[in-house]
């Protein structure tokens, strides 16, 4: 298997694991195995690192679909080069750090890691375009 679609798997994977951090935070809350089994009518307060692990998950479920696609289709047509296996890594890489900034709630340094995997799509994607 390439580097790139290692990437997208790890990449997969991170996406599947981020939700686990969410879900321990709120086990850990009175009432939270009880409101996670529930209906969920009410709401549950939770703290804000748990809100912020909520939203890296969905930054990172909208970031996936793209970067899916880049690297399905360098790899099916045959693009997939050093170029495209180092914009997959930065684009995980980018991801990882993403994740765990964005639930220790360091604004700034989330922007930049969340740069540093816009360019490793813009990478892949300049390849295709070649």
Not at 40 to 48: I, L, S
Not at 54 to 59: K, W
Not at 64 to 88: I, Q, R, S
Request: glycine letters at 8%; charged letters at 10%; hydrophobic letters at 55%.
């Amino acid at each position: 298997m390439t580097t790139d679609l290692w990437m997208l798997v790890l990449s997969a994977v991170l996406c599947l694991s981020i939700p686990l951090v969410s879900v321990t935070g709120l086990l850990a809350q009175t009432g939270g195995s009880a409101w996670g089994f529930g209906n969920r009518d009410e709401p549950f307060a939770v703290p804000k690192w748990v809100s912020r692990t909520r939203r890296a998950h969905a930054n990172m479920v909208e970031n996936l679909a793209p970067f899916a696609c880049l690297v399905l289709v360098a790899h099916l047509t045959g693009k997939a080069n050093a170029t495209t296996a180092l914009g997959a890594e930065l684009f995980f890489a980018g991801r990882l750090a993403h994740a765990a900034v964005y639930i220790a709630g360091i604004p700034v340094v989330r922007t930049l890691v969340f740069g540093v995997s816009v360019v490793g799509n813009v990478m892949i994607l300049m390849q295709l375009l070649r």
